[in-house]
């Protein structure tokens, strides 16, 4: 069994021979450390006066870029928010908005 | 004591199946290949092995289940020819980068069109740059042969890739021959079980296969491709040695046929190099130095072992079983004749073209493309590249 792969150590400047044999990544959880939120061409902002804490954009995000705690949603994780637009569509209070850019 | 049989090239390779005793092969029956996974059904059916048998919808889904078993950490195989094999594509390059060694059963035959379910090489040789290993058998001897040692192949750490076994269709697949099989524990103990050190369904080590890979990492992919498939020379022969010592029977790269001092060659690949053999045998008889070269492994191509068992020869006739439509040669001839190049080689090389959606080639085109290679090598005949053998004119 393999050691889980440091993706941090996998970039655009390795080797190719310190890739894995099939670009297999070991370890789970690897998206969590690749920045993707660049592919964004349009950004969701939050209007806080608006958002009643209902929490339906949560489960709505597929990219999992809506942190809740203490049962309160916090700001975009826009490391990871690829700007889909799906959370201003459910929002029931016009709370989210789209704006164009990253 | 191995077991004498009689049996066609599809049953020798049913019986290897059965012997390996696989953990899942996913298949969609296709002439000639329909009886490996016929036959293997009959054996689940009848309690002699507990493979899981997939009845896919198409040859698409049959690579697809077969790499995603194996992924998941599975010994997977399937069998197919012909546009079963082209209907594949787009899943044998995802099988190969992946790093995934599923062995598949292939059994020659051309592609559609025009339609014809007899033998050529149109539908693997389509597949050579796919990246998977590719081997070819002579008889059904060597199917089973290869078949066997195709697993220990595929799956060495210095390899893993998918493994291409082929047999020439209704020729070696369907005519029954005599055979030497290997017992049941012995086959089992060579193959051994697959162990992979990686494989989706381990809870210990969650794991991708298969990520996104644009420029940054594509080349450095493909060099990792590339080294794997070189290393697989060594292993094959490895592999053959030890196969040596269960069965008796020794395998290379190529065979080489009357080569010790030959200087009129024909290097061929499957079924028809026996028909060779006997023009080799005639001409010997009556004093001409022909020697013959099967080639066994086309994928990884022995380029430069080949070129060295061609230095002495005077002319070379390169025999393609498959159409590249480049104008010029097929893909042996290319492959070989580039390789003949690098090395310096200054002999009279000549590629053609036989078999063709299964085509005759009989002992007496072979001697006559013998006697062409005397004539081309003496002047007395204008030399011609890219011929037809056996096209009416």
Redesign the interface.
């Known amino acids: 069994?393999?050691k889980?792969t440091d993706v941090t150590k996998i970039n655009?400047k390795?080797?190719?021979?310190d890739?894995t044999?099939?670009?297999?990544?070991?370890?789970?959880?690897?998206a969590r450390k690749f920045t993707t939120g660049e592919w964004r061409t349009e950004t969701p902002v939050v209007d806080w006066d608006k958002c009643t804490q209902c929490l339906l954009c949560t489960p709505c995000c597929p990219d999992s870029s809506i942190p809740v705690k203490d049962g309160k949603r916090e700001d975009f994780d826009y490391d990871h928010c690829k700007g889909c637009g799906i959370c201003a569509k459910v929002c029931p209070f016009k709370a989210i908005t789209m704006k164009e850019g990253i | 004591m191995s077991i004498r049989e009689r049996m066609s090239g599809n049953e020798a390779v049913a019986y290897a199946i059965r012997q390996v005793n696989p953990d899942v092969m996913a298949a969609f029956p296709i002439t000639p290949s329909t009886e490996i996974p016929q036959m293997v059904s009959t054996f689940i059916a009848n309690g002699d092995i507990d493979t899981e048998f997939i009845p896919v919808e198409s040859e698409h889904s049959s690579m697809s289940a077969t790499m995603g078993a194996c992924a998941a950490g599975a010994r997977a195989i399937t069998a197919t020819s012909s546009c079963g094999l082209a209907f594949m594509w787009e899943v044998l390059y995802v099988a190969a980068?992946?790093?995934?060694p599923v062995v598949m059963a292939v059994v020659n035959r051309a592609l559609t069109g025009p339609i014809n379910i007899n033998c050529d090489h149109s539908d693997s040789m389509g597949a050579r740059d796919s990246g998977w290993l590719q081997i070819y058998a002579e008889t059904n001897q060597e199917a089973y042969d290869n078949y066997i040692q195709s697993f220990r192949i595929a799956e060495h750490p210095d390899v893993?890739l998918p493994m291409m076994v082929c047999q020439d269709g209704f020729i070696t697949s369907h005519a029954v021959m005599n055979i030497e099989l290997i017992e049941d524990e012995k086959v089992k103990s060579f193959v051994g079980s697959y162990e992979p050190?990686?494989y989706l369904l381990?809870p210990?080590?969650?794991?991708?296969?298969?990520?996104y890979?644009n420029s940054?990492?594509y080349?450095?992919?493909k060099?990792?491709q590339r080294i794997?498939m070189k290393n697989a020379k060594k292993v094959i022969l490895d592999v053959a040695k030890e196969f040596e010592k269960i069965s008796g029977r020794s395998y290379g790269l190529f065979e080489e046929y009357h080569m010790e001092d030959a200087e009129y060659v024909i290097v061929i690949m499957g079924s028809a190099a026996g028909t060779t053999k006997d023009a080799v045998d005639e001409l010997r008889a009556k004093g001409v130095k022909a020697g013959m070269i099967k080639v066994r492994v086309f994928r990884p191509f022995p380029g430069e072992e080949l070129a060295a068992a061609l230095k002495d020869a005077k002319a070379i006739a390169i025999m393609d079983r498959a159409e590249s439509f480049s104008g010029m040669g097929g893909p042996l001839g290319s492959e070989l004749k580039a390789a003949l190049m690098d090395a310096g080689c200054k002999a009279t090389v000549v590629n053609n073209f036989y078999g063709i959606g299964g085509r005759d080639y009989t002992v007496e085109d072979a001697e006559a493309i013998y006697n062409d290679l005397m004539e081309f090598e003496a002047g007395t005949k204008p030399f011609k590249q890219f011929r037809y053998i056996g096209l009416r004119k």
Request: net charge negative; proline share 11%; glycine share 14%.
């Open positions: 069994m393999s889980a655009e390795s080797p190719y021979y890739i044999p099939g670009n297999q990544i070991y370890g789970g959880g690897g | 980068s992946d790093r995934l893993k050190e990686n381990n210990e080590m969650p794991m991708a296969i298969g990520p890979a940054p990492f080349m450095e992919t060099m990792n794997a």
